[in-house]
């Protein structure tokens, strides 16, 4: 059974393919980290590696 799971060359090549014809390359590698960030993300949050708000609140002594 072959894969269905696209390789980072193949994400990024479809990212690219996205953009318009003048992009800059800032604008590249931007695009390119917020959808490794966002990527990163999902996976915490598929792995149960969650802080709920009203910890993250009291950590920094904010009002609820």
Do not use: C
Not at 3 to 21: I, M, N, V
Not at 25 to 38: F, H, K, P, Q, T
Not at 39 to 58: H, Q, W
């Amino acid at each position: 059974m072959a894969s269905t799971a696209r390789t980072p060359k193949q994400q990024a090549h479809e990212l690219l393919k996205q953009l318009p014809d003048n992009v800059t390359w800032d604008e590249v590698v931007y695009e390119l980290a917020v959808r490794r960030s966002i990527e990163r993300g999902l996976a915490d949050a598929d792995a149960g590696r969650l802080t709920d708000v009203t910890d993250i609140r009291r950590e920094f002594g904010l009002a609820e």
